[in-house]
């Protein structure tokens, strides 16, 4: 009989019934033939501490981190990354053989490269990218887009001082619109990005104007239930390159997978079938 431990991992949030990960993190386990286990964990805010410090001592080589975790486990990690220090949120835990925990952000390796995957013609740099939110997901947008080398990223929420805050932080290249003007910019976008809940099932629609999208943009959206958001279907009718939002979750899920388990995975239909089962 073997001794040698089984790595496990899993998903902490609150609630976590919903998340898609275990799908995708099992799917790679089976894909790869590796010995390992990848389970969701319901965990309260007041508990949180007290289970990451002992996951270690169960055999757990690290955890993603989904709402409302993701800024919390900032103060518990032993040391973070500096994209996750960008973000101000961290997705990913990895627990060191000395039992010390390191946070990092993947969201934002996850969107852009989606977004080169689903749209490999797009080049950054030949336009202004419209950015739709400014809550956490945005951050990891923008971040990724600055470093790709978007010239300009036209920032619009319903509430314009995070917008505000947001370009404070990022610096010049960041443009701030009225939520009431944003319809407005979307005919100089090479990029339009909504980084909302709008548009969720169950959620409010997104009712910015998108008639003036051109052919030559691409249209994506981190919203993924539905799959074919109402901005999606409007970025087809216009002839435009579209990507859906369940790229961006499948891609952000690899860096963590790789860390734990030794193997780097492959993005592929399969992975998007075993996604969506």
Same mark, same amino acid.
């Given at each position: 009989?073997?001794?040698?431990?089984?790595?496990?991992?899993?998903?902490?949030?609150?609630?976590?019934?919903?998340?898609?990960?275990?799908?995708?993190?099992?799917?790679?386990?089976?894909?790869?033939?590796?010995?390992?286990?990848?389970?969701?964990?319901?965990?309260?805010?007041?508990?949180?501490?007290?289970?990451?410090?002992?996951?270690?001592?169960?055999?757990?080589?690290?955890?993603? *981190?989904?709402?409302?975790? /993701?800024?919390?486990?900032?103060?518990?990690?032993?040391?973070?990354?500096?994209? +996750? $220090?960008?973000? !101000?949120?961290?997705?990913?835990?990895?627990?060191?053989?000395?039992?010390?925990?390191?946070?990092?952000?993947?969201?934002?390796?996850?969107?852009?490269?989606?977004?080169?995957?689903?749209?490999?013609?797009?080049?950054?740099?030949?336009?202004?990218?419209?950015?739709?939110?400014?809550?956490?997901?945005?951050?990891?947008?923008?971040?990724?887009?600055?470093?790709?080398?978007?010239?300009?990223?036209?920032?619009?929420?319903?509430?314009?001082?995070?917008?505000?805050?947001?370009?404070?932080?990022?610096?010049?290249?960041?443009? *701030?619109?009225?939520?009431? /003007?944003?319809?407005?910019?979307?005919?100089?976008?090479?990029?339009?990005?909504? +980084? $909302?809940?709008? !548009?969720?099932?169950?959620?409010?629609?997104?009712?910015?104007?998108?008639?003036?999208?051109?052919?030559?943009?691409?249209?994506?959206?981190?919203?993924?239930?539905?799959?074919?958001?109402?901005?999606?279907?409007?970025?087809?009718?216009?002839?435009?390159?579209?990507?859906?939002?369940?790229?961006?979750?499948?891609?952000?899920?690899?860096?963590?997978?790789?860390?734990?388990?030794?193997?780097?995975?492959?993005?592929?239909?399969?992975?998007?079938?075993?996604?969506?089962?």
């Amino acid at each position: 009989m073997s001794d040698r431990k089984i790595p496990l991992a899993g998903v902490i949030g609150c609630p976590v019934a919903h998340s898609r990960s275990p799908q995708i993190q099992n799917h790679w386990l089976k894909t790869y033939e590796i010995a390992g286990y990848y389970v969701p964990m319901h965990v309260e805010p007041q508990d949180l501490e007290t289970v990451i410090r002992s996951l270690p001592k169960a055999g757990f080589v690290g955890a993603n *981190v989904t709402i409302p975790h /993701k800024e919390a486990v900032m103060q518990i990690a032993d040391k973070v990354t500096d994209r +996750a $220090t960008l973000m !101000g949120a961290a997705n990913t835990l990895i627990f060191r053989e000395d039992g010390s925990v390191l946070a990092d952000n993947t969201d934002g390796y996850g969107f852009i490269t989606n977004l080169h995957q689903g749209a490999p013609d797009w080049k950054p740099n030949v336009g202004p990218a419209l950015v739709l939110g400014a809550g956490g997901a945005c951050r990891a947008v923008i971040a990724s887009l600055v470093e790709a080398g978007v010239p300009e990223i036209m920032l619009s929420n319903r509430t314009r001082e995070r917008a505000d805050q947001l370009r404070k932080e990022f610096g010049k290249r960041i443009q *701030v619109i009225d939520w009431v /003007k944003a319809g407005n910019a979307v005919e100089d976008a090479s990029l339009v990005v909504n +980084a $909302t809940s709008l !548009g969720m099932e169950g959620k409010r629609p997104l009712r910015v104007p998108m008639d003036g999208l051109q052919t030559s943009c691409v249209v994506t959206d981190l919203v993924y239930t539905p799959l074919k958001t109402d901005l999606i279907q409007a970025g087809e009718d216009a002839g435009c390159t579209v990507v859906d939002g369940l790229g961006m979750l499948l891609h952000q899920a690899v860096p963590g997978f790789e860390r734990w388990f030794g193997q780097r995975p492959k993005v592929d239909e399969a992975t998007r079938a075993a996604a969506l089962a």
